[in-house]
């Protein structure tokens, strides 16, 4: 060893893994911080929004009316666990690898644990074969990473959804949206689909990882120098998509103008909007009538719209000896109360059905013609094309 020279004791590999561990612990919390901003830009549009209304939705359906409130806070939930994971990504890199060596530790003497306290770890590593080649906290990130970006990516598609004409709940900022040089017209989501794009790639990060894991023996190999560039890739994709995300909640405007068409109101008693009138619920053309006969005509409408037991009971005999194939609780009421709603319905399933079936004998009655044809020609001899 040359004179001023010094002998690299009890690091070797294990210096790596060691300066990967910090990275993290220092970016982790940041990554963090990130996640809060989104969590309170969600919560602040669930309070300024009130008691406004929205559709939920399941299968993509309209489903049960709820607070726009309660939307937002539903992702906010997401976020928070994301940011548990992310903890607990943290908390897994929490351990000294130094003294580790290549493999098999080291002859020095080497007080890890004074290590640990002056590096700020709260623990030592418990097996040096193992700990040469231990990326686990680097599968834990980036999984962690990519149920984030899974996360946003699911906030991105419904806002692009519920922002769009044919929703139109809310309203993107023009600065959270990009026009179109042929379309003056349109304000297009470009910040929400890049995040809804760059969730693949994180997504991609991990599963390559792991595929890089799996065939790995015991102790260090080179393979694992692929760490960085997945753990640094995903970390940055993640940070900018939640500022990304943060400046478009953070800037999004509830449809206050929409005449119904959407869904929304800013109170029980629509002060923006209405919920979407479901055919099945509405009045029939009869009852309406009644109601301008008199106070007995303007009874029995009430009596159509809420039915006894024996008449539901009644109503739903009607509906399934009429139409038995769609019957429900709720059908078999307005079938009572206005029954050539739902007659054009069956007809039009019966003669779809006849329709099948002449389709299937005219197809039959075909093969059958052209095979005897065949059949015939053959017989006589004549060769077939």
């Not at 990473?145 to 991105?156: D, F, G, Q």
């Not at 303007?298 to 009429?322: I, K, T, V, W």
Request: charged letters at 25%.
């Amino acid at each position: 060893m040359q004179a001023g020279g010094f002998t690299p004791a009890a690091r070797a590999t294990s210096r790596v893994s060691l300066d990967l561990r910090l990275y993290l612990r220092r970016r982790i919390p940041s990554l963090q911080q990130a996640l809060s901003r989104l969590v309170a830009a969600c919560a602040d549009q669930a309070e300024h929004a009130g008691a406004a209304l929205m559709p939920s939705y399941t299968h993509m359906r309209r489903a049960q009316p709820v607070l726009v409130a309660h939307f937002f806070l539903a992702h906010a939930s997401a976020l928070r666990r994301d940011f548990d994971k992310l903890d607990a990504a943290r908390e897994e890199a929490d351990a000294l690898p130094l003294g580790s060596g290549a493999i098999a530790g080291t002859s020095y003497p080497i007080d890890t644990a004074v290590l640990a306290r002056r590096l700020g770890f709260s623990r030592v590593v418990r097996n040096s074969m193992d700990a040469s080649s231990d990326r686990d906290f680097v599968a834990s990130f980036l999984f962690a990473v990519s149920l984030a970006m899974v996360h946003l990516s699911r906030i991105a598609e419904d806002l692009i959804i519920f922002t769009g004409e044919e929703h139109g709940f809310f309203d993107l900022a023009d600065a959270s949206a990009t026009g179109s040089s042929m379309m003056p017209q349109k304000k297009n989501p470009d910040p929400l689909e890049l995040v809804r794009g760059k969730s693949g790639r994180a997504i991609g990060r991990l599963t390559g990882w792991l595929v890089t894991m799996k065939g790995l023996p015991s102790g260090y190999n080179k393979d694992l120098q692929e760490d960085k560039e997945a753990v640094f890739d995903a970390e940055r994709t993640l940070a900018v998509s939640l500022t990304a995300a943060h400046a478009v909640i953070s800037r999004l405007a509830l449809n206050s103008q929409n005449d119904g068409t959407c869904g929304i109101g800013s109170s029980a008693r629509n002060r923006c909007g209405r919920l979407p009138r479901d055919p099945r619920h509405a009045v029939p053309p009869g009852a309406r009538n009644r109601r301008r006969d008199g106070p007995a005509a303007a009874r029995r409408g009430s009596r159509l719209q809420q039915p006894d037991a024996q008449g539901m009971e009644r109503g739903e005999r009607l509906f399934r000896r009429r139409c038995p194939q769609a019957a429900t609780p709720l059908e078999s009421v307005h079938a009572e109360t206005d029954a050539a709603v739902h007659q054009p319905r069956c007809r039009a399933g019966f003669l779809a059905r006849v329709q099948e079936l002449a389709r299937k004998f005219a197809a039959f009655w075909l093969n059958f013609l052209t095979a005897a044809f065949y059949t015939l020609r053959r017989a006589q001899g004549v060769p077939s094309l």
